[in-house]
């Protein structure tokens, strides 16, 4: 079916009390006139419609554009398509990581399970695993300190990204979890310890 009669249906034939069809707006059919006081229900039903104003207005997201030279859009194209993704995706995902260094210096992002996983900057330890030792230790952040080898500020910044970012570092543990033995004899029987 398409787009146009999908949402001729969804609309109602109404040429006579104000809907004066649809109009073709930079390859996308909306509604050009609602009658007074009527709202979009396309909007409210992302089953009927999945055009660019009925998906903005359900998600939560917001728009920003950006200029890049013609050599960093092509490196984000390439990057997207080895990844599998949308250019736009990838330079969301770049703003967004970009966004949490800046309030978090010492915290870098190295691909990982699950997507892009914080590190504590200039070591092999990701935050949640600091996270965990910290614990561990019973909060005793010095004697951490002293196994991380790496200064006390640095360390209180990758527990404060955890603090931030609490269900990020939970899904990077739990993931974690599932990786050592006895996660993974839960999801392989069969699976023995040599």
């Known amino acids: 079916m398409s787009t146009f009669r999908s949402l001729r249906q969804a609309w109602g034939e109404r040429e006579s009390d104000g809907f004066q069809g649809v109009v073709l707006e930079r390859g996308i059919e909306?509604?050009?006139?609602?009658?007074?006081?009527?709202?979009?229900?396309?909007?409210?039903?992302?089953?009927?419609?999945?055009?660019?104003?009925?998906?903005?207005?359900?998600?939560?997201?917001?728009?920003?554009?950006?200029?890049?030279?013609?050599?960093?859009?092509?490196?984000?194209?390439?990057?997207?398509?080895?990844?599998?993704?949308?250019?736009?995706?990838?330079?969301?995902?770049?703003?967004?990581?970009?966004?949490?260094?800046?309030?978090?210096?010492?915290?870098?992002?190295?691909?990982?399970?699950?997507?892009?996983?914080?590190?504590?900057v200039g070591s092999r330890w990701p935050v949640w695993m600091i996270v965990e030792l910290v614990r561990e230790l019973d909060d005793d952040l010095a004697e951490a300190v002293k196994l991380i080898r790496k200064p006390a500020a640095l360390v209180r910044m990758a527990l404060a990204y955890a603090e931030a970012y609490p269900q990020e570092i939970k899904d990077s543990a739990a993931l974690s979890s599932r990786r050592d033995y006895a996660g993974m004899k839960q999801e392989i029987p069969e699976l023995e310890q040599l």
Do not use: W
């Open 30 to 120: 909306s509604p050009a006139v609602l009658r007074e006081g009527e709202k979009n229900s396309l909007a409210n039903n992302p089953t009927v419609c999945e055009c660019l104003h009925c998906m903005a207005t359900m998600t939560k997201e917001a728009t920003v554009s950006v200029r890049l030279t013609a050599r960093e859009k092509f490196g984000l194209d390439a990057d997207a398509r080895m990844k599998g993704i949308p250019s736009g995706t990838a330079a969301a995902g770049y703003i967004a990581e970009g966004v949490r260094r800046s309030r978090f210096p010492a915290i870098e992002f190295r691909a990982g399970q699950p997507g892009r996983v914080a590190y504590l």
